[in-house]
């Protein structure tokens, strides 16, 4: 999709992910993560490249119906264990 093109997206199921378990999503699938209550939690997302790679990202503003393109530079952090 380009940048500001319009699209109506419709939910196709949902699920829990919890402890112990994974997702995946193919390249052309769209996703949303919904974090429930006050605990902290961790993590990981791989997508195939490093995010700095990453071919002009694009997010979904519900709000106007339309993608628009994540300018913002990732935050990209080492283990520290």
Do not use: N, W
Not at 2 to 10: K, M
Not at 19 to 36: K, M, V
Not at 37 to 57: F, T
């Amino acid at each position: 999709m380009g940048s500001g093109a319009a699209a109506r997206l419709e939910l196709r199921r949902e699920f829990a992910v919890g402890p112990g378990q994974a997702a995946a999503y193919l390249p052309d699938e769209f996703h949303s993560i919904h974090i429930r209550g006050e605990r902290a939690i961790c993590h990981l997302h791989l997508y195939g490249r490093r995010l700095e790679d990453l071919l002009e990202p694009e997010s979904y503003d519900a709000a106007t119906a339309a993608f628009v393109k994540s300018y913002a530079k990732p935050e990209v952090r080492e283990p520290c264990a």
